[in-house]
């Protein structure tokens, strides 16, 4: 138990701030009480902080220093974050109602980033281009210069810790925008940047409303790069404003991302994939399984155990659940978790089956029973994503028939393959269309390993080495220098 101060402010500039649009109530899920209360920036809020970090781009301070040096400030944010870890997880639990174990995992997860790509900071090499003699021609990487981050509430540790590791490691500064449901982990961000020294206005951190200061932070003339993670309707938007100011932007966006089981599959072992694939954060990850296309031999089978591991997880305020084995927290909010029952009862009314869950327990917190479907790839809980745990299973009998389901829906974030027969799974690993491929273990992967969607998933990939090349552009030299 930590005490939670009443009201937090925004940090631009290196001072912390009230914000001009006021202040916003900040809710425990898990009970709906406000547990406090945080600034909400308005456009003028906004304005002074890009302002603020273009002026610490444009000293040249960050990009004068050594790479090495850089990184390993980088770094020593992630351990900084790592010190603080009992609190945060406990604020984390509070303000976005996983459990506990899990915030662990998601601190850990956003400390692993800073390590990551502050290791990565003297990598960012040029090459030279041979023009004949009289020519030295060479290229390098300049950071791009203000990077706007627009993060969203189910990792908020976690997804500004994936592109403000990058993005400092590569020598930018750092606007963040954070979710207003979860705005107030995101604050060690701003002491880790000060405590390592990075000079005022490297690195802001703001809460304010997705329409207004979200709004004016990604159509900001002097934002260089854009990085956002949130909803396809939100991606569009903000890729609508980079257009305008012909900037770039990396959209990591949702997903409705398949796993296919083959006849040959290990079933047991795939009640672990169930486990963490559905019902990890409570289904409200962009790279979810939230569909399961299983051979028509092992339909029955699938259901049967994914009843089992929806029923064995415990369901209680995630303050309260310090290990792995006891279950799954509240959702984010009683919107997403009415908006997610109500996809359940339309999938019913399509003639969907309800395996177990579909209900909310009694109390007042923004619970979901974990949810089992059996469904048809022509519902639509087949196609739109629930953001919740609600399992989507259907069943195939040809090879090709599985495929063509799992690259049914606009999405094409992650998806998986469950067979013995790596043959098979190499060739469903070409044709599958997703950004990423999991072969007999779901979110199998990590930071190094390149992240991101085909389709409506978004595009640009965040984590592993590719991700680095969204924080900077190629510069060529050519010089003449001799006769
Ligand atoms: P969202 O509404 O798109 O919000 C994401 C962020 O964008 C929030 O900070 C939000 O502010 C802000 N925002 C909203 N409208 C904006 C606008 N017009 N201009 C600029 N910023 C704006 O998404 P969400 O519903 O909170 O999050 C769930 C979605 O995110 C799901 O679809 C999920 O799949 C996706 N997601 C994807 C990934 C990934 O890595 N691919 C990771 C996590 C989540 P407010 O907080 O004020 O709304
Ligand atoms: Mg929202």
């Known amino acids: 138990m930590f005490e939670i101060k009443p009201f937090w402010q925004n940090y631009i500039d290196g001072a912390w701030v009230d ?10 899920p898990a009970t709906g009480n406000v547990i406090a209360q945080h600034a909400l920036a308005d456009a003028v809020d906004v304005d002074r902080a890009v302002m603020a970090a273009r002026r610490v781009h444009l000293s040249g301070v960050l990009t004068d220093m050594r790479p090495i040096k850089r990184g390993r400030m980088v770094q020593a944010m992630g351990r ?34 800073f390590e990551y790509y502050g290791n990565q900071a003297s990598t960012v090499e040029g090459r030279s281009i041979p023009l004949g003699s009289g020519y030295f021609d060479f290229t390098h990487y300049e950071p791009f210069g203000v990077s706007a981050q627009i993060i969203p509430w189910n990792y908020p540790l976690e997804m500004t810790a994936r592109s403000l590791s990058a993005a400092l490691a590569t020598g930018n500064a750092v606007v963040i925008k954070t979710p207003e449901m979860t705005p107030l982990t995101n604050y060690i961000f701003a002491e880790a940047a000060e405590h390592v020294g990075f000079p005022k206005g490297t690195v802001n951190v703001l809460c304010g ?60 072992a795939f009640e672990t994939d169930l486990r963490w694939g559905i019902y990890f954060n409570a289904g409200q990850v962009c790279s979810a399984m939230s569909r399961v296309i299983v051979h028509e031999s092992r339909h029955a089978e699938l259901i049967e155990r994914a009843v089992k591991v929806a029923s064995d997880l415990t369901v209680a305020p995630g303050e309260t659940l310090k290990d792995m084995a006891q279950g799954m927290g509240s959702m984010v909010s009683h919107g997403q978790r009415d908006r997610a029952l109500n996809m359940v009862k339309e999938a019913q009314d399509q003639g969907a089956t309800l395996a177990t869950g579909g209900s909310a327990p009694n109390n007042a917190g923004a619970f979901l029973n974990p949810t089992v479907m059996d469904v048809t790839p022509d519902m639509t809980i087949a196609r739109d994503e629930v953001f919740g745990p609600v399992l989507s299973v259907m069943k195939f009998t040809q090879d090709d028939e599985a495929i063509k389901i799992a690259n049914s829906t606009d999405y094409g974030l992650v998806s998986g393959v469950f067979t013995t027969d790596l043959d098979r799974a190499n060739r469903a690993a070409q044709k599958l269309r997703a950004g990423q491929v999991f072969v007999n273990e779901w979110y199998a992967g990590g930071v190094e390993t390149p992240f991101g969607g085909y389709g409506k998933s978004g595009y640009g990939r965040e984590k592993g080495r590719e991700a680095l090349w969204n924080y900077v552009q190629t510069k060529n030299i050519a010089m003449k220098i001799g006769k």
């Open 19 to 28: 914000g001009g649009a006021g202040r916003i109530d900040v809710t425990d």
């Open 80 to 113: 900084f974050l790592k010190e603080h870890r009992e609190r945060l997880a406990y604020l984390l639990s509070r303000e976005q109602g996983k459990p506990i174990w899990e915030s662990e995992i998601e601190i850990d997860g956003a400390a692993l980033y």
């Open 209 to 268: 409303l997705g329409s207004d200061a979200g709004a004016a932070l990604s159509a900001h003339p002097m934002v260089n790069q854009i990085v956002f993670t949130g909803s396809v309707p939100t991606g569009i938007a903000i890729a609508s404003a980079a257009a305008k100011n012909v900037v770039p932007c990396v959209l990591e966006l949702g997903g409705k991302s398949a796993a296919i089981v083959h006849s040959d599959a290990d079933l047991e």
